[in-house]
């Protein structure tokens, strides 16, 4: 089963998106699972996963639901205060009794630096390491990644996944290239991270300028430090519209696996999110 594990929902009316404003344009609105599930269907992508995309708790109700009554849908990974650990530990109750939460985010990237080194943070990460849920790591830039090896040497037991490869510097210079490198190294020596090969587009500018040749480097780089077998694609829908829509980037993934193997293929298009996150395919 091909599996998209990075799909976005979101409704203004229901929670506070802080980061949602005029500059995103046709996004600034409402976004239903809907508007994308044929497009999915049409590549054969059978399942997906939904990801948080607000600190709210409203959010991971409206995932929920979506989730519910749309089979396609095969998880969602929610969103608790890592900051607030006994708010953490009652709703990780909750989530582990609800076969749909595979997984739990917040937006560190728009928190500072050393949000990740506050004791309540600290304590939030040992609780979510102790219910076996993974946590999925956004980062606004590839030095990030230093505090995301960190977390992964204090805590070997909980499964960590790096949303976007950590915004590898495509466009950028090979210097760039190979700062990100060396932090994406730093993480895939631990075993309990993974990676997502997903949001791929453009450093700098326009996000759309992107081109398989200039994020092939990455994927290779990924795949030489991780393996396929701790790879998984994510659409990032929306998102992925304003970088020239899912088509195209669905197109230059295929382009970019199609050099691997049928068994590297399956793991990094399904085998591997179903493995992290447990879904039942």
């Known amino acids: 089963m091909i ?3 990075h799909v976005h929902v979101w409704d203004p009316s229901r929670a506070t998106y802080a980061w949602l404003g005029p500059g995103l344009g046709d996004l600034n609105r409402t976004i239903g699972f809907g508007e994308i599930e044929p497009t999915l269907a049409e590549r054969g992508i059978e399942g997906a996963v ?43 109750e909750r989530f582990i009794a609800d076969p749909r939460v595979v997984g739990l985010r917040n937006l560190v990237h728009e928190r500072p630096a050393s949000w990740l080194d506050a004791d309540t943070v600290r304590a939030g990460l040992a609780v979510l390491a102790a219910s076996g849920l993974p946590l999925d790591f956004p980062t606004a830039n590839p030095v990030a990644l230093g505090a995301l090896a960190d977390i992964a040497r204090r805590h070997p037991a909980l499964p960590l996944v790096i949303d976007h490869l950590g915004k590898p510097p495509i466009g950028g210079d090979r210097e760039a290239r190979i700062a990100w490198r060396e932090l994406l190294a730093d993480c895939a020596r631990h075993p309990n991270v993974v990676a997502k090969v997903s949001g791929l587009y453009s450093s700098v500018g326009d996000l759309g300028s992107w081109s398989v040749d200039t994020v092939r480097p990455f994927v290779e780089d990924a795949l030489e430090l991780f393996g396929a077998e701790r790879l998984l694609y994510g659409g990032d829908w929306p998102i992925s519209e304003l970088a020239g829509g899912y088509p195209r980037t669905w197109s230059a993934m295929t382009e970019l696996l199609a050099p691997l193997a049928d068994t590297e293929r399956a793991a990094i298009l399904g085998g591997t999110a179903a493995r992290v996150y447990g879904l039942t395919v």
């Open 3 to 5: 599996i998209d594990a």
């Open 50 to 92: 939904l990801v948080q995309a607000a600190d709210d708790a409203h959010d991971t109700v409206l995932m929920l639901e979506v989730a519910e009554r749309t089979p396609r849908v095969l998880g969602v990974v929610a969103w608790s205060p890592l900051d607030e650990p006994e708010q953490l530990a009652r709703d990780l």
